[in-house]
Nanobody, 116 residues
Framework: QVQLVESGGGLVQPGGSLRLSCAASGIIFRIYAMGWYRQAPGKQRELVAYISSGGSTVYADSVKGRFTISRDNARNTMYLKMNSLKPEDTAVYYC??????????WGQGTQVTVSS
């Protein structure tokens, strides 16, 4: 079965860094577009960053210049390097895999808390 497992979340001080990982299994990872989303308490889930199967990237305006999305097809893993973290980055971060119209999968999420 398909599994997306996020890791790397935690508590970090403002200005700090974290790297999230999303390990995929059960899919042909290299053909899937991948994305990181986040959901803060009381807010809708929002796109943070996206990377196509070919490596093209898109970022939310709020994270441009601070976050970097990448993928390692040999390891079936996607990453999100987060620098200069702010309290407003606090959320549960989810990874998503998508291919075509009906092949969409989500991970279980990892908590990121930015606080002093």
């Amino acid at each position: 079965q398909v599994q997306l497992v996020e890791s790397g979340g935690g508590l970090v001080q403002p200005g700090g860094s974290l790297r999230l990982s999303c390990a995929a299994s059960g899919i042909i990872f290299r053909i899937y577009a991948m994305g990181w989303y986040r959901q803060a308490p009381g807010k809708q889930r929002e796109l943070v960053a996206y990377i196509s199967s070919g490596g093209s990237t898109v970022y939310a305006d709020s994270v441009k210049g601070r976050f970097t999305i990448s993928r390692d097809n040999a390891r079936n893993t996607m990453y999100l390097k987060m620098n200069s973290l702010k309290p407003e980055d606090t959320a549960v971060y989810y990874c998503k895999a998508a291919w075509g119209l009906s092949n969409t999968y989500w991970g279980q999420g990892t908590q990121v808390t930015v606080s002093s």
